[in-house]
C-alpha cells in the first residue's frame, strides 16, 4: 500500500498520491494520462480526477501500479475498476484487444495484452498474477496460448501457463533459465505465424531475441521495440534502453516497412492509433531519426 507519509510532494493536493517508492515505469501515465504525468524521475498526480471515466482510470491506475506506489486519502469502492480490467481498448469483428493492467515490477511494470481470438485467446507478455484478473480473463475463455515479445516481460508467465494449460512462445535467443520451459522456440528472422493471422516477426536489436506481433495486420504488439512519442510526433525506438545492438534494431525497424498496421500497442509507452498509410509514415520517420543517432 502506498504510504501518505511518504507522499511526493509533486503531487497536487487531493485524495490520490503517488509516493516516493514509485520507479518510474510510467504505466500510471499510460492507464490514467488525465491524473498521472511525468514529474522526472517518478510519476505524480496532475490533476484529481474529475468525471467518473477519470476516478475509473485512476483506480485502475491504482491496482495495476507495479509496486504499490498510489494511494487515495479516502477509502474507494474498487470493485467497478476490478471489474473493468481486463480493460477493452478495441473492437475488431470480434478478435478484441485489451489491456490487462496488474503489471508486474519484475517487468518495470510493462503493459501486457489480451488478445479475444476466435481460435483461442492470447496473451501477449504477462501481467501480475493475480485472483481477480485471472477470474476475469477466464469470463472472458481463458488463454490458449502466451505470445512473449522477449525476456525482459514474461513475468508470471509460468503461473498463467500453470493455471490455464496453454503453450508459450518466444525466440529462442531470448531464452534463458526461467524460460526454458517455454514450449515454442522459433529461430532465425523469418516471420513465423504463431495463430490464425498473428505474425511472430524476429525484431532484434533491444535484445537479441525480441519479436513483435502482427494481428490481422492492423495491431502490432511491440514490446520495448517501438513506441510513440508525443514530443517528436512519431514512432521511436529506447536508444538509451538498447541492451543488444542499435545496428540490428535499425535494421529490425526498417523491415517492419514491409508490413501495414494501424495500431502501435508497446510494453512501455503509449499505444497509438492511425491510419495505415499515415502510420506507414511515422515508422519512416522513426527510421531517419535512429540513423541520426
Known sequence: MAQLALKLAANVEGDFFVDSSCIDCDACRVIAPAVFHDAGDHSAVHHQPATGAELLAAQRALLSCPTASIGTVEKHDMRGAVASLP?????????????????????????????????????????RYTAPLVKNIESLGGIRRILLTHQDDVADHEKFHQHFGCDRVLHHDDVHG????????????????????????????????????????????????????????????????????????????????????????????????????AMHESLQKCVAWMKSR
Open 87 to 127: 480493460e477493452l481498448l478495441a473492437e475488431d469483428s470480434g478478435d478484441d484487444v485489451y489491456r490487462c493492467g496488474y503489471t508486474s515490477e519484475s517487468s518495470f511494470g510493462a503493459i501486457s495484452y489480451l488478445i479475444r481470438h476466435a481460435d483461442g485467446n492470447l496473451l501477449v507478455d504477462s501481467p
Open 178 to 277: 526461467r524460460t526454458s520451459a517455454v514450449e515454442v522456440q522459433p529461430q532465425g528472422t523469418d516471420p513465423v505465424e504463431v495463430a490464425p493471422g498473428v505474425l511472430m516477426i524476429p525484431t532484434p536489436g533491444h535484445t537479441r531475441g525480441h519479436a513483435v506481433f502482427l494481428h490481422r495486420d492492423k495491431f502490432l504488439f511491440t514490446g520495448d521495440h517501438l513506441a510513440w512519442s508525443e514530443a517528436r510526433g512519431h514512432l521511436y525506438a529506447f536508444r538509451s534502453a538498447c541492451w543488444y545492438s542499435w545496428s540490428e534494431q535499425i535494421r529490425s525497424m526498417e523491415r517492419l516497412l514491409d508490413y501495414s498496421f494501424e495500431w502501435v500497442l508497446p510494453g512501455h509507452g503509449h499505444p497509438i492509433q492511425l491510419p495505415a498509410d
